[in-house]
């Protein structure tokens, strides 16, 4: 069973670029949700794909979106950088509502903006 | 405000020592599930909580969901290095959709040898 994983491991970008990060489900899951941890903070909820539509978004601007493709893995962009935008990006995979299909997180994006 | 709350928010013991972390909050849940992250690692699952008083054990942790269901707590007995890790209780949010997961901002424990 492979589980989740995400790439680019590491990114630096300037303030003002566009990153494009991306996460592999783990097998059979067809739930992606895209979670937010800055330093000394917990996770927060950025938005969820299921069968490639967005299913819920929490407290983000637009400039933060994302994709699911048909074999469920998933990508997060984020147009016009803020320095505030560095965080570790955590992808998360499910076969449904945090409430009834527990999450498996992949090691996370780490993302720096200078 | 934050919706979870937990304390301490730094712990740093000696291999051996019992310790107990706590998740706090005004709101009442329909579970409240428990994370350990460890350092350039995502959170894993521990345990989910769904029954007022419940309290469940794995291997050396125990939690316990309040009578309430409005708090919870992590106890960790003889505590070892490869417990060093944040520990993250999340839920979720009353009103919010069940897609939405809210975490605290955890507690950082320091076990060492």
């Known amino acids: 069973e492979t589980g989740v994983t995400q790439s680019p491991t590491h990114l630096i970008k300037t303030r003002g670029q566009q990153v494009t990060l991306r996460c592999s489900s783990q097998?059979?899951?067809?739930?992606v949700s895209w979670y937010q941890q800055a330093l000394g903070q917990g996770p927060q909820f950025i938005f969820q794909?299921?069968?490639?539509?967005?299913?819920g978004r929490g407290n983000f601007p637009p400039r933060f979106s994302g994709l699911q493709f048909p074999n469920y893995s998933s990508e997060l962009n984020v147009n016009a950088l803020e320095l505030d935008d560095s965080a570790l990006y955590l992808c998360?995979?499910?076969?449904?509502?945090?409430?009834?299909?527990?999450?498996?997180f992949g090691n996370g994006t780490r993302l720096t903006v200078t | 405000t934050q919706l979870l709350e937990q304390s301490p928010q730094f712990l740093s013991i000696q291999e051996g020592e019992n310790l107990t972390v706590y998740c706090n909050s005004s709101?009442?849940?329909?579970?409240l599930q428990w994370y350990r992250q460890e350092p350039g690692e995502g959170p894993v699952l521990l345990v989910t909580?769904?029954?007022?008083?419940e309290v469940k054990k794995l291997k050396r942790l125990t939690f316990q969901f309040g009578d309430a269901r409005k708090d919870s707590s992590l106890h960790i007995t003889a505590a070892q290095p490869g417990d060093t890790g944040l520990y993250l209780c999340?839920?979720?949010?009353?009103?919010?959709?069940?897609?939405?997961?809210?975490f605290g901002k955890g507690t950082k424990l320091s076990v060492i040898p």
């Open positions: 909580v769904v029954t007022g008083g």
């Open positions: 998360a995979s499910s076969l449904g509502t945090p409430d009834n299909s527990p999450l498996h």
């Open positions: 999340a839920a979720i949010r009353p009103g919010a959709g069940s897609y939405q997961l809210t």
């Open positions: 709101s009442v849940f329909s579970s």
């Open positions: 097998s059979g899951h067809n739930t």
């Open positions: 794909y299921y069968r490639e539509e967005e299913n």
